[in-house]
């Protein structure tokens, strides 16, 4: 690992600042640090991002940490102090891209509102990551991803139509929402190039710049975006989406069932080929040939019968069987994996989807690798998450303060 100067990579050049916490705002800026931008995350003095504390430690600090935060450049500002406001403003107005998931108001209250930035430089592009998005009846209210999965949608179709509704095992909302802010950075920036390119730092007439904006991702919209065709079901038929446990529904057949060795295997056999090809397979003769379950919407109305057939296949076959039969057959099948499985396969291998690195004081830890795979400017780990504050030395004097007004910012508790 390389702690120095970013390597080319496809955002090299590219200046972020992170004003945030948590997940979605530093994952979205995660992902820009992933493929070369220069990402500075301000963090408080008093123990810096929560994350850091979250989960599995290592001597005090996330493992997750690691991942969440690595390539970036951590710097301690107090934002209750004049001082750390007016170099959070100079951050602010240097960068490319400024991301931030504050209660709506914060960053007004600090003079560094997407408006009081835009005014000095027009082509500023601040992503804002919120529970509610920047308007409406609720933007002031606190928003976190299990309500963003909640309002948007996801919840209500998650887990078994019995049984109240289940949330998915991972902050799926929040992380929706950083991928939202990830392509809408990545289109403003496209369009501040294309319409002037970067602030020059001038005023007046001497000014050049290209045009800036505010890229507004609500966490409930974010994930209202993936519920494919939720909102015209209902209106043009009443149909309100419900759960149904592990099926897909109205694509059948589509769902987990359990094999003898109590694995539990996904087949997806919704094409109208595939459906035929899976029950030739599974010794199902006669529903492979019934003109009835030709199309998907004959074989919606008779789907407990369908799953009932394959999974009193399924428990009759090991998972390696099952696996190996329906493969043979072209059917697209997989096991539901385990970290553990995951570690071992050998497509994730093949990918290579793990990296080996070491920590500061030589342990070694594996990361998931970087994803998308760019042929031409791939994204690289440069460095794991960063010590509180350990790059403030760095960046204030990139700044152009000097080593005595450093000094006296640490001492007066600034950073």
């Not at 008093?46 to 850091?52: A, E, L, M, V, Y």
């Not at 407990?304 to 043979?328: H, K, M, P």
């Not at 099948?333 to 690195?357: C, W």
Request: proline letters at 6%; hydrophobic letters at 40%.
């Amino acid at each position: 690992m390389n702690n120095s100067n970013p390597s080319a990579g496809a955002l090299a050049g590219i200046k972020v600042l992170e004003l945030g916490t948590l997940i979605a705002g530093p994952f979205c800026s995660r992902m820009l640090a992933e493929f070369g931008a220069e990402v500075i995350k301000i963090e408080s003095p008093d123990g810096g991002d929560p994350i850091r504390q979250w989960r599995v430690l290592k001597d005090g600090t996330s493992l997750w940490w690691s991942v969440q935060s690595r390539n970036k450049k951590s710097v301690t500002l107090n934002m209750k102090d004049p001082r750390g406001q007016e170099i959070a403003r100079k951050l602010a107005l240097d960068a490319d891209v400024i991301i931030e998931n504050y209660r709506s108001g914060v960053l007004e209250k600090w003079g560094l509102g997407f408006e009081d930035l835009k005014k000095e430089n027009p082509a500023t592009i601040m992503v804002r990551l919120s529970g509610y998005g920047q308007t409406g009846p609720m933007k002031d209210l606190p928003g976190f991803g299990a309500i963003g999965e909640s309002m948007g949608g996801m919840r209500y179709v998650s887990g078994h139509p019995d049984r109240p509704p289940v949330r998915i095992g991972i902050s799926i909302g929040d992380s929706v929402a950083a991928l939202h802010g990830v392509i809408g950075a990545m289109m403003a920036l496209r369009h501040r190039d294309a319409t002037g390119g970067r602030w020059n730092g001038k005023a007046g007439a001497d000014c050049v710049a290209g045009q800036g904006q505010m890229v507004d991702v609500a966490l409930y919209e974010a994930v209202f975006n993936m519920m494919e065709s939720l909102v015209p079901e209902y209106d043009f038929a009443g149909v309100i989406r419900a759960r149904t446990g592990g099926a897909l529904p109205g694509i059948v057949p589509s769902n987990t069932y359990t094999t003898s060795d109590g694995e539990n295997i996904v087949i997806a056999g919704n094409g109208d080929a595939i459906f035929k090809r899976l029950m030739l397979a599974i010794g199902r003769d006669d529903m492979a040939n019934d003109p009835q379950l030709a199309r998907n919407d004959g074989r919606v109305p008779r789907t407990e019968e369908i799953d009932g057939a394959i999974q009193a296949w399924c428990g009759t076959q090991t998972i390696d069987n099952a696996l190996e039969t329906l493969r043979s057959a072209d059917v697209p099948v997989g096991k539901i994996y385990s970290v553990r499985d995951m570690m071992t396969d050998p497509q994730f291998l093949a990918r290579q989807m793990f990296e080996q690195h070491a920590f500061k004081d030589g342990t070694p830890i594996k990361l998931p690798a970087i994803t998308p795979k760019l042929s031409a400017t791939p994204g690289e780990t440069r460095w794991l998450g960063p010590a509180l504050g350990e790059h403030n030395d760095e960046v204030l004097q990139s700044l152009g303060y000097d080593a005595e007004q450093i000094a006296q910012f640490k001492r007066d508790k600034v950073l």
